[in-house]
């Protein structure tokens, strides 16, 4: 089958954390009983990948930096190749003799920070000294000239404290800051902790205050259409549509499936690399990845076929409409529940091919 560039490697090194967050898309936890991979997988599959035309490399877990030593040489080899590396950590476990390292290379990192309390974040992330922790370690990566992106998780409770969370941020020396609503996907979706409609259109509003404090610097899982009717500048605040055609994730164990998703099901895995190479898996075009190779904007199932600005976000995050409908194929599913409760704007509805 013919195949897009593999742009995107996204490499699960273990599913364990030192912490337990409330809102774990993947249920990660201190202590869990998943068969971890050889090191030399991991960098076999980042060479295979090179030939595949990688220009991207997500470092993730669970939490990555339980495998420091393997982190560190994955992201040397990328550096080495060129390639653009992402460590997306808690932040709790960047020693000094670990600063030292990651700032040898060239590398974003993203950590998170949900609550301007230390008593709440501590206690929605489930560990001691963690707000402590990644306080310090904030402009101790902007002093080394690696300033973090941090990831606030938007929910019911933090929601109307983010413009003290942002400044706090900002104050710290960070990039810039991202707001990811959290899904109900994994633990979140037991703890119920999840933005309503009317609370995700509040959120709206208050990004584009933040945005017009901090131009530039504020960026947030949110659709296209939301920002759209307060300004095209607005539009750079959105930073998720998934190149999900140009994109895999490797897992823990070796299983192959479109990222994370894969942990929590198990019916997406379309591979494992100890059986098969990298570039096998590709080719293939087996499971989801013939799925949504051939699968056009407008052919998505729901509001997402007739938005029209569904060229530059089609569902988005094809994970949660998973999660949400058990379809890859399904519409974002935030978008569908607006459009369902009657508040999707309709004057970004093309309902000529609305399916």
């Known amino acids: 089958m013919n195949a897009p560039p593999l742009e995107i490697l996204h490499v699960y090194l273990t599913r364990s954390c030192n912490l337990q967050c409330e809102h774990c898309w993947i249920n990660a936890s201190r202590t869990y009983p ?22 991207t490399l997500f470092i993730s877990g669970g939490e990555p930096l339980l495998r420091s030593d393997l982190a560190i040489t994955l992201i040397k080899v990328a550096n080495n190749s060129k390639v653009k590396t992402v460590l997306e950590t808690n932040g709790t476990l960047i020693t000094p003799p670990l600063l030292k390292e990651l700032a040898k ?24 000294r963690v707000y402590r922790r990644v306080l310090d370690v ?44 959290i899904l109900p996907i ?4 037991h703890n119920n902790i999840s933005l309503s409609v009317s609370q995700y259109q509040t959120l709206i509003e208050y990004l ?10 504020i960026w947030s899982m ?38 994370g998703i894969g942990i929590e099901y198990p019916e997406t895995v ?30 998505f199932q729901g509001i997402c076929s007739g938005c029209i600005l ?25 978008c569908q529940k607006l459009f369902e409760e009657g508040v999707f704007p309709h004057e970004f509805i093309d309902p000529s091919v609305l399916r």
């Open 310 to 334: 569904r060229s530059y976000c089609a569902n988005i995050c094809p994970a949660f409409a998973y999660e949400e409908y058990k379809s890859f194929t399904a519409s974002f599913p935030v």
């Open 34 to 55: 998943m068969v971890e991979l050889e090191d030399k997988y991991f960098l076999n599959a980042f060479n295979e990948a090179l030939d595949l035309g990688l220009d």
């Open 208 to 217: 584009i205050q933040l945005y017009d404090k901090y131009p530039g610097k």
């Open 105 to 128: 290379y060239e590398i974003d990192i993203s950590l998170s920070l949900d609550f301007p309390s230390e008593v709440e974040f501590n206690a929605f992330r489930h560990g001691k």
């Open 138 to 181: 904030i402009p101790k990566l902007r002093d080394l000239g690696i300033p973090p992106v941090v990831v606030v998780s938007v929910f019911n409770r933090n929601l109307h404290s983010i413009f003290e969370i942002t400044d706090l941020i900002m104050s710290l020396g960070a990039k810039a800051v991202k707001f990811n609503p």
């Open 222 to 259: 949110v659709p296209h259409y939301l920002l759209a009717k307060y300004g095209r500048r607005y539009l750079n605040i959105s930073r998720m549509a998934c190149n999900y055609t140009k994109m895999l994730g490797i897992l823990p164990d070796g299983g192959v499936s479109l990222c």
């Open 186 to 189: 994994g633990r979140a979706r």
């Open 270 to 299: 379309i591979g494992n690399i100890k059986e098969e190479s990298l570039r096998d898996i590709w080719y293939s075009g087996r499971g989801f990845l013939g799925e949504l190779r051939r699968v056009k904007p407008d052919e």
